[in-house]
Structure formats: C-alpha cells, structure tokens
C-alpha cells in the first residue's frame, strides 16, 4: 500500500435548470440527470476501462424517491459500467459533491483507489430541501440552536446583522455582477465543455436543454431594490442576491498519479488539501472561514498565494462575509470569472464539482496562477474548502501575489 498524488480528471455537469412545475426538469428523474452527466465522462474518456473505475460517490441532500436507494450504486449500473464497480450515497446538504470529491481523493492517496466518479445531484422541485425531515425537538427545547438556524434564508439575514458594513447595497451589487460575469462566460463559450445536453419531455412535447434556465442578464441595481425581503420584514436577503432553488447534476473523475500515466490521462489539477469546519448554524454562511484556513494551514500556504477562487453564491452576504474576512475586495477578479450560483443556480449537493470544473477551465486560461480554491457554506452551519494545484503553472505570480 503506497500514497498517491490526486488529480482531477475531467467534470460535466447538466445545464441547472428552475426548480418546480414550471422548470424544465419538472418531468425528469434525478437520477436520469445524474447518469446523463456520467455517461458523458464516460464516453469522452475511453482511455479508462470501465472495471477500472473503483467507486462512484454521489451526492444528494434529501435522499427519498428518485434520489433515493444509494445513488451512486444505481446510477453506476444506469451509466453502463460494469457489475463489479461499487457505489455509494453522501449527504452533506450543500457541500455533498465537495465531500464526494475529498472523500474519493483521500481514498486516492491512501493508495485504496485509482479511478474513480464523484458528484451530485438535487432535484429541488420533486424534493424540496429538508422535505418529511423530522429535526429532533432537543435543537429547539434546550436551545441548542435558535428557531431560525434551520432556516438558510434567515441565517443569512445574521450575517447583516452581524457586520454592519455588510450592506445590502454591496449584496446587491455583488449579485448583479455575478449575473453579468455569467452572461460574459456564456457569450464567449466558457461553459462548453462543462454542459451536457438533455433531453426534456413537456406538455408541449420534447425539447432540449442546453443552457442554465436562471440566468438573468439584464439585471440592474434598480431592480433588485426594489424586490421583497421573504425571510425578514425590511431584510437585506431577496430572491436577487440569493441563489434560486435549482434541478440539476454533476459528476467527476478522479484519478491517481499511478492510473494517469498508466492509462495516458491529461490531469486538469492537482488535490492539495482540503478541509472541513463548523460554526454557529445561526450564522452558517461564516463556514468557509474556518474551513479554508484548516486547509491553508494544512497545505503549508498563505491566502495571498491563491490566485484563483470559486466560491458558492448561497447568498451574496455569504461570500461578501469570507472575502471581508481575508482581505479581499468585492470585485477581485480572481474570484468567480465566470459568475456564480446567483445567476446559474445552486443544486445543493451538486454545485461543489460545479466549482472545480470553472476552476479547472480558469487554470487553462490562467498559468500564472498556481493555487485555487473551490469553497462553500453547508447548510447546518459547516463550511467546505477544497485547494487545488494548476499544473499548467508557468512560474510567474498571479495578481494577488504578495498583498
């Protein structure tokens, strides 16, 4: 038994579609997104046979119906692969997919694995988050938590509270710009390689997506002023600077340095570290803190020497609270390129792989940067931070370098 470096593979995601009857997966199993998006790694990676696979991990937050019966395992025969690949389901709300990949990495480099599938899948409008839950009436009966912290929206409206200078001005200016980052990407074709095309049936018969059902590019600052505040009389949080309820699905391959260049894969990035942290659940939106600095910590790096960030939109106070906390401005342009879940769309368990694969393709455009981060909130108050290693790096330092 001997460790291994992990690397990243390849990723494709489905195009994130509105969650509900009147989104365009209103009509489709869960799962079906989940094998679409595996087949498609499959497919596009021949070089690896498919008894080389040793385990696909997927994730989802409210494990019942179609997304229920160990997701990974059944949507592993679905996508082809042979018998004698095993599966497994992972739930860790909105870091699912982040702890699908940490967990199939740390399998990597314990020498356990050498190929292997991680993502996520959430069908919103068929499974709601935290639908037929039953939390323990301890949480409430001996303070434990207070009422809101099951409540993402109201745990957000905390962090306003918490930090003044948080406004809903610059929530509402980070929201808009994370739309128009978005529909910049699109223009210039940044989420081809990531999209897989789906097949839709409607009353109106059948149709294709291709695209995120969410993005609103014309959004203005007028306009999100004057939207409602639904988890708060006179809040901060509106459906503008939040991240919509979103269908959709991910998936991953992960490989070690024995399997690349045994089977000639082309790695995209490099797993450094990565970590997990809790906080109040009354503020969860305060987990990627303590989450990225456990990782920095344990990479042996400074937040200075990350020159690439992707970080999940829950909400725009959420994000605006980490880059306040590491010094960073509101419009760095090392964070998010390509937008962010406010304008695609958060399908809780899937977005962490979301996250790695707009890393990977910026690390492309990008050899001066040598780290990136992949982090997100998780509801329950808990962060998650993944660091990766551009291997496309040309020696030279990245924007941020030194501050």
């Given at each position: 038994?001997?460790?291994?470096?992990?690397?990243?593979?390849?990723?494709?995601?489905?195009?994130?579609?509105?969650?509900?009857?009147?989104?365009?997966?209103?009509?489709?199993r869960?799962?079906d997104?989940?094998?679409?998006?595996?087949?498609?790694?499959?497919?596009?990676?021949?070089?690896?046979?498919?008894?080389?696979?040793?385990?696909?991990?997927i994730?989802?937050?409210?494990q019942?119906?179609?997304?229920?019966?160990?997701?990974?395992?059944?949507?592993?025969?679905?996508?082809?692969?042979?018998?004698?690949?095993?599966?497994?389901?992972?739930?860790?709300?909105?870091?699912?997919?982040?702890?699908?990949?940490?967990?199939?990495?740390?399998?990597?480099?314990?020498?356990?694995?050498?190929?292997?599938?991680a993502?996520?899948?959430?069908?919103?409008?068929?499974?709601?988050?935290?639908?037929?839950?039953d939390?323990?009436?301890?949480f409430?009966?001996?303070?434990?938590?207070?009422?809101?912290?099951?409540?993402?929206?109201?745990?957000?409206?905390?962090?306003?509270?918490?930090?003044?200078?948080?406004?809903?001005?610059?929530?509402?200016?980070?929201?808009?710009?994370?739309?128009?980052?978005?529909?910049?990407a699109?223009?210039?074709?940044?989420?081809?390689?990531?999209?897989?095309?789906?097949?839709?049936?409607?009353?109106?018969?059948?149709?294709?997506a291709?695209?995120?059902?969410?993005?609103?590019?014309?959004?203005?600052?007028?306009?999100l002023?004057?939207?409602?505040?639904?988890?708060?009389?006179?809040?901060?949080?509106?459906?503008?600077?939040?991240?919509?309820?979103t269908?959709?699905?991910?998936?991953?391959?992960?490989?070690?340095?024995?399997?690349?260049?045994?089977?000639?894969?082309?790695?995209?990035?490099?797993?450094?570290?990565?970590?997990?942290?809790?906080?109040?659940?009354?503020?969860?939106?305060?987990?990627?803190?303590?989450?990225?600095?456990?990782?920095?910590?344990?990479?042996?790096?400074?937040?200075?020497?990350?020159?690439?960030?992707?970080?999940?939109?829950?909400?725009?106070?959420?994000?605006?609270?980490?880059l306040?906390?590491?010094?960073?401005?509101?419009?760095?342009?090392?964070?998010?390129?390509?937008?962010?879940?406010?304008a695609?769309?958060?399908?809780?368990?899937?977005?962490?792989?979301?996250?790695?694969?707009?890393?990977?393709?910026q690390?492309e455009?990008?050899?001066?940067?040598?780290?990136?981060?992949?982090?997100?909130?998780?509801?329950?108050?808990?962060?998650?931070?993944?660091?990766?290693?551009?291997?496309?790096?040309?020696?030279k330092?990245?924007?941020r370098?030194?501050?």
């Amino acid at each position: 038994m001997t460790g291994s470096e992990v690397y990243y593979i390849d990723g494709a995601r489905t195009p994130f579609g509105r969650a509900g009857e009147k989104g365009m997966y209103w009509q489709t199993r869960a799962d079906d997104l989940v094998v679409k998006a595996m087949r498609e790694l499959i497919e596009r990676n021949p070089e690896i046979p498919g008894e080389r696979y040793d385990d696909v991990a997927i994730a989802a937050t409210t494990q019942q119906g179609d997304q229920g019966l160990t997701l990974g395992r059944t949507t592993a025969l679905l996508a082809g692969l042979p018998n004698t690949v095993p599966g497994l389901a992972i739930d860790r709300m909105c870091a699912g997919a982040l702890t699908a990949a940490s967990l199939m990495g740390a399998s990597i480099g314990f020498g356990q694995y050498d190929v292997a599938i991680a993502g996520g899948v959430e069908h919103m409008g068929r499974h709601p988050m935290g639908f037929d839950a039953d939390p323990n009436p301890r949480f409430l009966s001996e303070r434990l938590v207070e009422g809101d912290a099951l409540n993402m929206g109201k745990t957000a409206e905390r962090l306003h509270d918490r930090f003044p200078e948080l406004t809903k001005e610059r929530a509402d200016h980070f929201a808009m710009r994370s739309q128009q980052k978005t529909a910049a990407a699109y223009a210039a074709d940044k989420f081809a390689r990531d999209l897989v095309p789906v097949a839709l049936e409607s009353e109106a018969g059948w149709g294709l997506a291709t695209r995120d059902e969410h993005p609103r590019p014309d959004t203005t600052m007028e306009g999100l002023s004057g939207l409602k505040t639904p988890f708060r009389p006179h809040g901060k949080v509106t459906a503008g600077n939040a991240s919509p309820l979103t269908d959709g699905a991910t998936a991953s391959i992960l490989a070690s340095k024995h399997a690349v260049k045994k089977l000639g894969l082309k790695p995209r990035m490099r797993l450094v570290s990565y970590g997990f942290a809790g906080v109040q659940p009354e503020v969860m939106g305060l987990g990627p803190v303590p989450s990225t600095e456990r990782a920095l910590e344990r990479a042996g790096l400074k937040i200075d020497d990350i020159g690439l960030f992707e970080l999940n939109e829950a909400f725009a106070v959420q994000v605006l609270s980490f880059l306040d906390h590491f010094g960073i401005k509101d419009d760095d342009p090392s964070v998010n390129q390509y937008g962010g879940a406010i304008a695609m769309g958060h399908p809780l368990a899937a977005s962490g792989v979301r996250l790695m694969m707009q890393l990977a393709n910026q690390f492309e455009e990008h050899p001066e940067v040598r780290y990136g981060v992949t982090a997100m909130c998780v509801g329950l108050g808990q962060g998650g931070t993944m660091i990766w290693e551009n291997p496309n790096w040309n020696r030279k330092k990245h924007a941020r370098a030194g501050k």
